[in-house]
């Protein structure tokens, strides 16, 4: 089935090079159409230009987007401009050769052929440019497939439109004026529309499904941007004698003053190859992904952004990938699921979800649903949790507890499937926990389910240990009085219970998509004193986990051994906590009204009854404030917060460690963003 989808491809390569070889071959009997005036004066050097309109756009894009460039994105950054020059230079030569545009000696270089060296360096200076624009505006959205039924009559549509103007092209060199004004254009329409025809062949669907749900708009300025620039540099050019298109090859026709028709053509035209090729890209590997994690044998390192790899193994599986897009109407529960669990993301942690956009997009995806379903049960938890019964509580984390060894089920024969009837047969059974004619009850037992669905793709990446630590976290919090912590030990293990588990999901699930995948049983050491959280020493252990590397590995991720991976860890655990500490003294007065509870560490008593703590639940009740009690209420929250960004300080490096820089640069971010938060206290 592969191979003849590659089989089919080819021939289809193929067919349009012969169609493209006898147009050259049939116009190439005339002679070369030499300029009468090709040593006129010239104003702008071909080489200044690039000084002047290339390079310096192509510079600042490449240092915004250096940060945040994948794997894929690179390959985008050599293949496409390498695919871009090969099928351009016969092309432009046969234009150059015929006269339909020349450029005075004086403006070049040199010339290759019958084209200028700068020439050949637009053909690459201007693929980078439109990619590297590309990459950047649409990286904070997800190329996600639009699930529906699509008439035949709108793809057919789509996919005829380059195959008429290739006819219309190569019916305009065989005219009448097939040398004359037609010549420029037809050029440009067969020209344009050979790569166009293949590459509108597997994304018709992906197109129409954009179009449809109001999601093309970055593509669009992906377009018109790098269009409408390099149109303004070509008057530019053009009125300082650069390079002149021939009157006689050309219709005469201008869009703007002194722009002819045929140079807006092309430029539209090639940034419209480019950006196709781009969603293409990301389409193919958004389905790929999908493809290799849905089935029992999934991968933990799938082809993804982040573990792309150039190579020939790869070709067959992107090839047929590519020819069956969208091939399936139905809609995906998978997909719905995640979308579902991102938009619970979007409301209970915005900052978590904004950060989380510099991340590449399937990481975005992976941590979006994960962060998602700890909210969830958290919400599920919390909920009037100041009147609820104990019983109830207890009865919500047993459920819970069922829940995460459902959905992260390591057996090798349990699919997506398999394991979202299993969380709906649990759910099912246990209905009763959540209030059946409260909306707000209904909204809870849709937001757990949909989040454990999406969480599960995870399975065998996170194991099932850390979820069961993250819901110890969750008791403290049931507790009858809410938790009561009189050492600092105490207050770490919960922080380590509720945000040092989900800083080692995180660190877990970024090596895995890199191609490291940890062993589920290894349990990484637990700090709880204030001196072995703050310390940056490194600490001996007699056990280091054991590692498992993809195929897809990349020569960084190959060097990372059994230490390093625990340091990253350890040290995501720590930042767990750092994070923690400061989201507990930001909350101190929202958890004291709303939820009757108080995380600071309280020592002393008062009155022989009542503590600090007492006081301080009933503080924001009275009219009467206590000034004192304020004050001690804030040395502590400093207190916290300065140890807090200690923490930060000694276990912000080992983000340095993680193999991905995308990653490493939307973590560093997400961990700042909180980091502010303490700032502003």
Not at 244 to 261: C, N
């Amino acid at each position: 089935m592969v191979w003849r989808s590659i089989h089919s491809s080819i021939s289809l390569v193929l067919l349009s090079l012969l169609c493209s070889a006898y147009v050259w071959i049939h116009q190439s009997d005339s002679q070369i159409s030499t300029p009468t005036n090709e040593n006129s004066t010239c104003k702008l050097h071909y080489s200044h230009f690039h000084l002047v309109f290339t390079l310096p756009p192509l510079t600042i894009l490449y240092v915004l987007a250096k940060p945040f460039l994948t794997q894929l994105d690179y390959s985008k950054l050599i293949i496409l401009p390498i695919i871009a020059f090969v099928w351009t230079t016969p092309w432009d030569n046969e234009l150059v050769r015929k006269g339909a545009w020349w450029y005075p000696r004086s403006c070049v270089l040199a010339r290759i052929g019958y084209v200028p060296v700068e020439e050949y360096a637009f053909f690459i200076l201007q693929s980078l440019i439109t990619s590297l624009l590309t990459i950047l505006i649409t990286r904070w959205s997800t190329p996600r497939s639009f699930d529906g039924k699509y008439s035949s009559a709108s793809t057919l549509m789509l996919t005829a439109v380059p195959i008429l103007a290739f006819s219309l092209g190569v019916a305009g060199l065989f005219g009448k004026q097939g040398n004359g004004h037609h010549f420029y254009i037809s050029m440009i329409a067969w020209w344009a529309s050979v790569p166009l025809i293949l590459l509108w062949y597997g994304t018709r669907r992906s197109w129409i499904g954009l179009l449809r749900n109001n999601q093309a708009k970055p593509w669009l300025m992906c377009l018109f941007i790098p269009t409408a620039y390099l149109c303004y540099a070509d008057v530019f050019a053009l009125r300082r004698g650069t390079w002149h298109i021939t009157e006689a090859k050309s219709l005469e026709r201008f869009l703007v003053p002194d722009l002819p028709i045929e140079e807006a053509t092309f430029f539209f035209v090639t940034n419209l190859i480019l950006v196709s090729a781009c969603f293409a890209f990301d389409r193919v590997v958004w389905q790929c992904r999908k493809d290799q994690c849905k089935n029992a044998e999934r991968e933990f390192a799938p082809i993804s952004p982040t573990s792309f790899r150039l190579s020939w193994s790869v070709v067959p599986t992107i090839w047929s990938t590519f020819l069956n897009l969208d091939s399936d109407p139905e809609p995906s529960r998978s997909q719905s699921a995640q979308d579902r669990a991102l938009s619970i993301l979007q409301v209970a942690s915005k900052s978590f979800y904004t950060a989380s956009t510099l991340l590449p997009w399937d990481l975005r995806i992976d941590l979006g649903c994960l962060y998602a379903f700890a909210r969830a049960m958290d919400d599920f938890i919390d909920v009037e949790q100041v009147t609820q019964d104990e019983k109830i509580s207890h009865g919500k984390l047993d459920l819970l507890r069922n829940l995460v060894n459902v959905a992260f089920d390591g057996s090798q024969d349990m699919t997506d499937e398999k394991v979202s009837k299993k969380i709906d047969k649990l759910l099912e059974k246990n209905v009763s926990l959540f209030p059946q004619h409260d909306v707000e009850g209904q909204k809870q037992l849709e937001d757990i389910r949909t989040s454990a669905q999406a969480a599960s793709t995870l399975r065998g990446i996170v194991p099932v240990h850390l979820w069961e630590e993250l819901l110890d976290g969750y008791t403290t919090d049931c507790h009858k009085g809410g938790p009561r912590f009189t050492t600092f030990r105490q207050l770490a293990c919960y922080a380590q219970d509720v945000a040092g588990s989900i800083g080692e999901m995180c660190v877990r699930v970024v090596l895995a998509r890199s191609g490291v995948l940890v062993d589920n049983e290894y349990r990484t050491v637990r700090d709880l004193d204030e001196t072995s959280l703050t310390s940056a020493a490194t600490h001996k252990v007699t056990t280091v986990p054991t590692l498992t590397l993809s195929a897809r590995a990349t020569a960084d991720t190959k060097k990372m051994d059994g230490a390093t991976v625990l340091k990253v860890l350890r040290d995501a655990r720590r930042m767990g906590v750092s994070l923690q500490l400061i989201n507990i003294a930001r909350d101190v007065v929202k958890d004291a009204n709303e939820l009757q509870r108080c995380y600071l560490v309280i020592e002393d008593k008062r009155n022989g009854r009542n503590t600090l703590r007492d006081e301080l639940l009933q503080v924001y009740q009275q009219e009467d404030v206590n000034q004192v009690l304020l004050e001690q209420i804030f040395e502590k929250k400093m207190n916290l917060v300065r140890f807090a960004r200690e923490i930060y300080r000694v276990s912000l490096p080992a983000v340095s460690f993680l193999p991905d820089i995308p990653a490493q640069t939307g973590l560093r971010v997400a961990c700042a963003v909180y980091l502010s938060i303490g700032m502003a206290i």
